[in-house]
């Protein structure tokens, strides 16, 4: 979408006087602005519109609007930015965006050119061409090639940059799709390669096929050259469950076809092609399994007994793969993080196993090799106090790419090879002016006297007389965890213009493990609203800002938490961005993929469960009669993840409340903020000069 234009000007009050009183459904009582769920309908798009115009006209007319949009342009069209390379064979593949491919290049280039330092690059598909050519605008969602020729692909393509993927067989050696090849319509869902002439297949098979999440419940087994209606099934699971996912194992040079079935969000079971038939690995559910080399991996998120032996959670085991299928439980233990540790994630190369750990939110990678019978593990050279995350791996060797980042020092990326030597491949140039800013980590005490850590970016010169314009981030969910990273855009539209940054490690994240996370589910979800309040609290208290200056920002989860935390306690914050957020949570398992969420948030069905989420559930919890801050909602009509009535309902309540706010949605970009560098950058643009406008400079 092109810059949002300014078509008319509306207060609240006459948007609010657009919303009849006779809105009201007889299947929704209770919720006058259900008819905005209506994602595509015609009376909700033209509030839609009106609401972007509105907002385009309060936003762009910020002083501060012209120079922020073209900074956020830049940033995200820079021809600087790191080409990130995904090794397949003799072959480095990337996606690359830029002002003249809006939709992006899928190319690829050679080891020699690409270590050289200037590659020269050959395009593979033409995203934007391809679109032009059939009158849709697709959105490139990855590929998956069949090793170890990388010949045949199977590229995901979405509408908009929705969730949903269409799915067509494509040719490496000829760059072009296969006539009469591979090919799924639209759907959520999952396929492998296992072998050049069959599939296993997770995807919409018709009625009945898809869970209550929106999720594949079947998956089949899909010969070349027969109706994906004749396939074989090999799985079926529940409607209830938030749905079963075609994948595979590589070891050594054997493909082993996989089920993924997730009868809940955090719990989980593998089921693994062996002597013909369909096995289910037996691992607690909430467990992670993988494999390198010839053994099993698995990664815990509970204490568990077995083999005689007591493992603790966040611990990574490891067994021979063959001596598991024979009823062997004898695992070593690879990894047992201390109580500041967390295993962050897990990949490997042809004869390594590697490991990203967090240590009191900071990054580390650890390469490990089953040697003499044991595992020996070995620290991978990288700077301290930033993140460490792995890009790219081969099952050929054992080379790969990997990152480290800070907030002050441009993301560098690096190749290690299987001599264990790594060397730097370049560095992104400085995004912003870095001159006189610090980073601290510092602590909040929450309402339970939990500590809560959180990093702070500020001048190293600030002004501790609560002056300070502020902007408070968090997440607080599923197991995520926030790292210390290096951002062009928040450095270009924020921190260069001397705002502070705080990244806030609340409980419900995966910072420190399992626990954190789990110390925030269901019934405990306000312990991370508390933790957010108290690191809100602690600045304030600090000088480093106040109440006038401290802006919140959040998505998806996080949007539920910003959203949350407005509502209870509205005299911390002056500036509320809430974007592509949860908000009804009494109607939240309806929409999309928000059944799928339930083993986070609790069943609003459930009385026991209700009883509790409507203690914090913004949309229900919202009074006519408090001080709100002014609020920001994002969102995009081709969010097929987290539904935009959350956010339009939630806007349309406060206008009529007689609240001023401001929103933007775009019209395509799925789970996102656009698909087009000018719409991320209209969206970026649009929340910073938000932010100076809430928070004053």
Excluded at 10 to 39: C, F, H, K, N, R
Aim: proline share 5%; hydrophobic share 35%; glycine share 10%.
């Amino acid at each position: 979408m092109r810059r949002l234009l300014v078509l008319l000007a509306m207060t609240a009050t006459s948007v609010a006087a657009q919303i009849p009183p006779e809105a009201q459904p007889a299947d929704a009582p209770g919720d006058p602005y259900i008819w905005l769920e209506d994602v595509e309908g015609e009376r909700a798009m033209e509030w839609v519109e009106a609401q972007n115009a509105r907002s385009a006209e309060a936003l762009q007319a910020v002083p501060e609007y012209e120079a922020l949009y073209a900074d956020a342009l830049e940033v995200i069209t820079s021809d600087d930015r790191i080409a990130y390379p995904s090794i397949m064979g003799d072959w480095l593949y990337n996606f690359w965006t830029d002002e003249d491919n809006e939709r992006g290049l899928w190319r690829r280039t050679s080891w020699e050119s690409y270590l050289g330092g200037e590659p020269e690059w050959e395009t593979v598909l033409d995203i934007d061409a391809l679109g032009e050519a059939e009158g849709v605008n697709w959105a490139y969602k990855g590929s998956s090639c069949l090793a170890p020729d990388y010949e045949r692909c199977l590229v995901r393509l979405s509408r908009g940059g929705a969730d949903a993927v269409e799915t067509r067989e494509f040719d490496l050696t000829t760059k072009t799709f296969v006539a009469s090849g591979f090919s799924l319509p639209e759907s959520k869902g999952a396929v492998a390669w296992l072998s050049e002439d069959e599939l296993l297949v997770a995807t919409d098979f018709g009625e009945g096929s898809m869970t209550t999440s929106g999720y594949p419940r079947v998956v089949k087994r899909w010969q070349r050259g027969t109706p994906l209606a004749e396939a074989e099934t090999v799985f079926e699971g529940e409607a209830e469950d938030v749905g079963s996912w075609a994948s595979a194992l590589k070891r050594g040079d054997e493909i082993i076809g996989a089920v993924a079935h997730r009868p809940s969000f955090f719990e989980g079971s593998l089921h693994v092609m062996h002597e013909g038939e369909l096995v289910r690995l037996d691992l607690p559910l909430d467990a992670d399994p993988g494999i390198v080399g010839d053994h099993m991996t698995l990664y815990l998120r509970s204490d568990w007994d077995a083999g005689g032996e007591a493992y603790t959670a966040g611990s990574l085991l490891a067994i021979d793969y063959d001596a598991f299928l024979g009823g062997s439980r004898d695992f070593q233990a690879v990894f047992v993080p201390t109580e500041r540790q967390t295993v962050e994630g897990t990949s490997s190369t042809k004869n390594t196993f590697l490991v990203s750990l967090l240590d009191n939110v900071n990054g580390e990678l650890r390469q490990f090799r089953f040697e003499g019978g044991e595992w020996v593990g070995r620290t991978v050279d990288a700077p301290d106090f930033g993140s460490v995350s792995v890009v790219s791996t081969s099952d050929d060797d054992d080379r790969f790419f990997f990152t480290y980042s800070s907030f002050l020092q441009p993301t560098t990326l690096y190749l290690a090879s299987g001599d264990g030597t790594t060397r730097e491949v370049t560095q992104l140039p400085a995004e912003f002016d870095a001159s006189g800013l610090s980073v601290q980590q510092w602590e909040a005490t929450s309402a339970d006297g939990t500590r809560v850590p959180y990093f702070i970016v500020a001048p190293e010169a600030l002004a501790m007389d609560g002056s300070n314009p502020t902007q408070l981030y968090g997440y607080g969910g599923f197991e995520v965890s926030l790292t210390p990273s290096y951002g062009g855009l928040l450095g270009k539209t924020w921190l260069e213009r001397g705002g502070v940054y705080v990244l806030a490690n609340i409980r419900g994240g995966g910072e420190f493990g399992p626990a954190w996370h789990r110390s925030a589910q269901r019934e405990n979800r306000q312990r991370a609203f508390d933790d957010f309040i108290a690191v809100a609290e602690d600045l304030i208290a600090r000088g480093v800002t106040s109440p006038e200056h401290l802006g919140i920002r959040g998505g998806s989860n996080g949007g539920l938490l910003t959203g949350t935390v407005m509502t209870q306690r509205s005299d911390l914050f002056n500036g509320v961005v809430i974007s592509v957020p949860l908000l009804d949570m009494r109607r939240y398992h309806t929409l999309l993929a928000g059944a799928s969420w339930m083993a986070e948030y609790g069943d609003p069905d459930n009385p026991e469960d209700w009883a509790f989420i409507s203690q914090y559930s913004p949309y229900q919890n919202l009074r006519e009669d408090a001080d709100y801050p002014r609020p920001l909602f994002t969102t995009t009509t081709r969010d097929d993840r987290v539904h935009p009535g959350h956010a339009r309902k939630m806007a349309a309540k406060m206008l009529a409340m007689g609240y001023d706010v401001d929103y933007v949605e775009n019209t395509e970009g799925g789970h996102g903020s656009g698909v087009t560098p000018a719409q991320q950058a209209t969206m970026w643009a649009s929340i910073y000069s938000y932010l100076w406008r809430q928070l004053g400079g």
